[in-house]
């Protein structure tokens, strides 16, 4: 009979937090492959979950900052915790490090996002789940904040419920409390623990039938984690209408023809994307509730959009099927594919979340090259006002040239569907 991931967590979570001198709560699918990860691989940091943003010189407070932090941070387990491993098991122990808030100098010579970034690359393994970080390019010029995350403890939803919070925090100068009451405790379990309960059932027969026939013939090109020193970017029109719900299956097959183009190989290869949400009736809290899924690069771009939309439908029914699970299934149908991606894709609808307003000014929102990255080959779209594309590659492995011809495929494909 087949014993689901899931169960076999939940059995030695149990048995973990019964012996536990100190509360420890349960995680969810996603939160688990985070930690299992940066053990495995402690230097990668494509766990972390940053965001950049630009503010005028003099608008920032850190002190202020500090407090509108932790204030934010004590009422959210995910933030004031601490994610550990338990005798091999992966679990949130409550009470830990909340939140960092410093300045970071800018060597003679150096820059503001250089600074940012070589701070980010030194986040401890054991260290807070938020800090917000701080450089100034020179006296009076722009300071550059980096709000970055634990990616354990936060997916899109938790980012706009968090700058929501932040910037409320920050305009009130809230003080911050001693760490989050039994409510929010009680609240962080529940939405785990319905989380862990859509997992379940989500793992059954006919969804590992699904992902054998939809990934049984992958193989992969040998992806993983790796770190990039570029990033290409383009702004393209905002998408209207009826062609909105074709807008995300159209950037699949565009980041497929840029991994072909990479790989050089026609595939089949693993693109991965983020999905999913809080099960229904789940409270509000802060942390990863999203399932990475696995869409099979075809030999070549779609002729028209209609088959790829049918598959990714099929695939969205089956979405809340774990991803080890996912990659369990693929094996058992014949595939050698390891479960490392070979490309991964993000895609954020800008205008579900607030700015991040402090001191009366909005941020605005930038991207830095050089980010470790989660696959040699990342893609992130955002759709607000327009739709912006940034591609992200390991340097050591593809040349520049490389990038920029495969980045032209992409945008060729783009064109072609959206058109």
Same mark, same amino acid.
């Given at each position: 009979?087949h ?7 939940l059995?030695r ?5 019964a012996e &536990? ?9 996603? +939160?688990?492959?985070?930690?299992i ?15 950049? !943003? ?6 920032l ?7 509108? *932090?932790?204030?934010?941070?004590? #009422?959210h ?7 550990a491993?338990?005798r091999g ?11 960092e808030?410093a300045r970071?100098?800018v060597?003679?010579g150096? =820059? ?6 070589e701070?980010l ?8 789940a938020?800090?917000?970080?701080? %450089?100034r +390019?020179s006296?009076?010029?722009?300071e ?11 997916d899109e +939803? &938790?980012?706009?419920a ?6 409320e925090?920050?305009r009130?100068?809230? %003080? ?17 623990e319905? +989380? ?5 059932a989500?793992a059954g027969?006919a969804?590992?039938?699904h $992902?054998?026939?939809r990934?049984g ?17 383009e ?9 909105? &719900? &074709?807008? !995300?299956?159209?950037?699949l097959d565009a980041?497929? *023809?840029?991994?072909?183009?990479l ?10 994307y983020? $999905? #999913?949400?809080?099960?229904p009736?789940?409270? %509000?809290?802060?942390?990863c509730f999203?399932n990475?899924?696995v869409?099979a690069?075809?030999?070549r ?5 209609e ?5 990714w ?6 979405a ?6 996912v990659?369990?299934?693929a ?6 594919? =390891? ?6 894709l993000?895609?954020e609808?800008?205008q579900r979340?607030?700015p ?14 050089g980010?470790?990255? %989660?696959?040699?080959l990342?893609? =992130? ?11 992200a590659w390991d =340097?050591e492995r593809?040349?520049a ?13 783009l064109r072609?569907?959206?058109?």
């Amino acid at each position: 009979m087949h014993a689901s991931i899931t169960a076999a967590y939940l059995a030695r979570y149990r048995s973990a937090a019964a012996e &536990s001198p100190v509360e420890l709560l349960p995680l969810t699918g996603a +939160q688990r492959r985070f930690l299992i990860t940066r053990r495995l691989a402690p230097q990668s940091r494509s766990d972390l979950a940053p965001l950049f !943003f630009a503010f005028p010189g003099g608008t920032l407070d850190l002190d202020r900052l500090g407090r509108a *932090a932790a204030a934010v941070a004590a #009422g959210h387990p995910a933030l004031c915790g601490a994610f550990a491993t338990v005798r091999g098991t992966p679990v949130l122990r409550t009470g830990g490090p909340s939140v960092e808030v410093a300045r970071v100098a800018v060597a003679p010579g150096g =820059s503001a996002e250089g600074a940012l970034r070589e701070a980010l690359l030194d986040w401890p393994l054991d260290g807070p789940a938020l800090r917000l970080l701080v %450089a100034r +390019q020179s006296e009076g010029g722009e300071e550059l904040l980096a709000l970055a995350l634990d990616h354990a403890a936060c997916d899109e +939803q &938790s980012i706009g419920a968090l700058l929501g919070e932040l910037g409320e925090a920050y305009r009130h100068d809230r %003080a911050p409390e001693a760490a989050p009451g039994p409510q929010a405790v009680a609240a962080f379990r529940e939405a785990v623990e319905l +989380q862990l309960a859509a997992e379940e059932a989500a793992a059954g027969p006919a969804a590992r039938a699904h $992902w054998g026939r939809r990934l049984g013939a992958l193989t992969g090109a040998g992806g993983g984690a790796a770190k990039a020193a570029g990033l290409l970017t383009e702004r393209l029109p905002a998408v209207e209408g009826g062609a909105r &719900s &074709s807008l !995300f299956p159209a950037l699949l097959d565009a980041v497929g *023809a840029a991994a072909r183009r990479l790989h050089r190989t026609d595939g089949p290869l693993a693109l991965g994307y983020p $999905w #999913g949400g809080r099960p229904p009736g789940a409270p %509000a809290v802060l942390g990863c509730f999203l399932n990475t899924l696995v869409h099979a690069v075809p030999p070549r771009p779609a002729a028209d959009l209609e088959a790829l939309c049918d598959d990714w439908w099929d695939d969205l029914d089956h979405a809340g099927t774990p991803f080890d699970e996912v990659v369990r299934a693929a094996r058992a149908a014949g595939s050698p594919w =390891s479960g490392a991606l070979d490309a991964m894709l993000t895609f954020e609808d800008l205008q579900r979340r607030p700015p991040l307003v402090l001191g009366g000014v909005p941020g605005r929102e930038v991207h830095l090259s050089g980010r470790p990255l %989660a696959a040699p080959l990342a893609v =992130s779209a955002s759709h607000g006002e327009v739709l912006t594309v940034h591609l992200a590659w390991d =340097s050591e492995r593809f040349p520049a040239a490389d990038a920029e011809a495969a980045f032209g495929d992409l945008l060729a494909v783009l064109r072609r569907h959206l058109a």
